[in-house]
């Protein structure tokens, strides 16, 4: 027998009336939008009628939900494996958090998890920790970046395994102090196994600065460690990056 899909109209409907703007996912396996534009959706919630278009006749959808000041200053931590996840629960045991931490709702992604929390002020998109080989193991999605959330089908993500809730789901998402954000975003940073390259020494001639730099420093480097990410290195010897919060999907 096979499974009945969950109501996603139902469920985005009821997203929204918790004040959470939600975007609909194509189910294609990229994990990107299914609109022409998502950015106005970065500053008001859908309407009823646009929900019913993008999830009503049974369309098979992932739903997501856009982070920052539009969704009550919701963020997510998206830890991206089960090891990741693993490590920042031995600190929370460490640290004495778990009454905090298991307030927060916790959904199981396709690659990792995902925790959901509401802060004080909007918190800006960030990588938290990487691993030695630079890849990201814990990032904040916050302003300008969405996240899907369950029930998504597999058919929203490549590795065709869909979105679900382990504990709670979006509607119970806890208002925390800012020292109880910090905690939390304390122990994931605490995960950063990358180490940091010493800072470079220029050597001065009689050029000009701007020109010292632009010769001698590690550009890129220094655009890592604030968040940029490398997504292609072009023929002609170009590296393109990619902004801090451009969101890609998670």
């Known amino acids: 027998m096979s499974q009945l899909r969950p109501d996603s109209l139902a469920i985005a409907?009821?997203?929204r009336a918790a004040g959470f703007s939600t975007i609909p996912?194509?189910?294609?396996?990229?994990?990107a939008p299914a609109l022409s534009s998502w950015s106005e959706f970065q500053h008001r919630l859908p309407t009823e009628d646009e929900l019913r278009q993008w999830f009503g006749n049974n369309a098979v959808r992932g739903i997501a939900v856009v982070c920052g000041g539009v969704s009550g200053n919701l963020?997510?931590?998206?830890?991206d494996s089960e090891d990741a996840f693993g490590a920042f629960g031995d600190l929370v045991v460490e640290h004495g958090l778990q009454s905090l931490v298991s307030r927060l709702p916790c959904a199981k992604t396709p690659a990792g998890f995902h925790?959901?929390?509401?802060?004080?002020?909007?918190l800006a998109t960030q990588v938290l920790a990487h691993a030695e080989d630079g890849s990201v193991l814990v990032e904040v999605r916050g302003e300008g970046a969405y996240a899907i959330v369950p029930p998504s089908p597999a058919e929203v993500h490549p590795d065709r395994k869909p979105y679900e809730w382990l504990t709670g789901d979006l509607c119970a998402v806890p208002q925390l102090t800012a020292?109880?954000?910090?905690d939390i975003l304390s122990l994931a940073r605490a995960l950063n196994r990358k180490v940091e390259p010493a800072p470079q020494v220029l050597r001065v001639t009689g050029e000009r600065i701007g020109d010292i730099y632009n010769e001698q420093a590690d550009v890129v480097s220094l655009l890592q460690?604030?968040?940029?990410q490398?997504?292609?290195?072009g023929r002609d010897g170009?590296?393109?990056l990619t902004r801090p919060g451009k969101a890609r999907g998670v």
């Open 179 to 182: 020292e109880e954000v910090e």
């Open 75 to 79: 963020a997510v931590l998206d830890f």
């Open 25 to 31: 996912i194509r189910a294609d396996g990229t994990k």
């Open 230 to 233: 490398v997504y292609r290195e």
């Open 225 to 228: 460690r604030h968040g940029w």
């Open 13 to 15: 409907l009821r997203y």
């Open 115 to 122: 925790l959901y929390l509401r802060t004080p002020e909007p």
């Open 238 to 240: 170009n590296i393109y």
